[in-house]
Structures are given as structure tokens and as C-alpha cells.
């Protein structure tokens, strides 16, 4: 079973940047989608961003323009870099593979973001 390690999270003000990484334990090469979700207490885990194995990303709309995922095949590894972060990017952020619209592996711990003053 694959593991998912999270880690790049922090405490960040307003405008701030932060870049996730994610590291899986064993190889992602053949893994046609990678994503990016966070989870807010008392809300449903969200996706955030996508990216395929060619390369093609998708975003929710709120994070357009300011999130940048990336994936690093040879490093088994997914990036997220978060510019202009706002308070309400403030959750949990997990990466997972997903097939057929539902995680692939165990969810990781997750990182954790805090952007606040």
C-alpha cells in the first residue's frame, strides 16, 4: 500500500506564500491523476488541484491564479505552491492519487496551513 507524506505546511500572514510537497512512497509514474485537497473542520474535504500525467492542471476557483500544482515523476512527489494566501486557505491539505473520481491510497496525515495576522 502506498503512503502519502505531506509536509511544507506552516503559520503564514496574509499574502503570504508556502510550497507543499507530498512524497509517496512508491512510484507515480503510471498515476494519471494527482491532486491536492484540504480539509476545514466542520466541512467536507474539498479538492483543490489536479494534475495529469502529461501535465495538464485543473483548479477550483477559488485558488485560480494563485496555486500552481506540480508533480516530479522521478521524485514520486507532488508540489503545491500557494501565493497570495488568503485566511480562508486556512486547513488541512492532503494529496492523494484518484482513479475513477475516489482516492487511490490511504490518506497521509496532512499539513497543515494557517494564514492569519
Known amino acids: 500500500q502506498v503512503q502519502l507524506v505531506e509536509s511544507g505546511g506552516g503559520l503564514v500572514q496574509p499574502g503570504g506564500s508556502l510550497r507543499l510537497s507530498c512524497k509517496a512512497s512508491g512510484s507515480i509514474v503510471s498515476i494519471w491523476l494527482m491532486g491536492w485537497y484540504r480539509h476545514i473542520p466542520g466541512k467536507q474535504r474539498e479538492k483543490v488541484a489536479t494534475i495529469t500525467r502529461v501535465g495538464n492542471t485543473d483548479y477550483i476557483d477559488s485558488v485560480k491564479g494563485r496555486f500552481t500544482i506540480s508533480r516530479d515523476n522521478a521524485k514520486n512527489t507532488v508540489y503545491l505552491q500557494m501565493n497570495s494566501l488568503k485566511p480562508e486557505d486556512t486547513a488541512v491539505y492532503y494529496c492523494?492519487?484518484?482513479?475513477?473520481?475516489?482516492?487511490?491510497?490511504?490518506w497521509g496525515q496532512g499539513t497543515q496551513v494557517t494564514v492569519s495576522n
Open positions: 492523494n492519487a484518484e482513479s475513477r473520481g475516489a482516492a487511490l491510497w490511504p
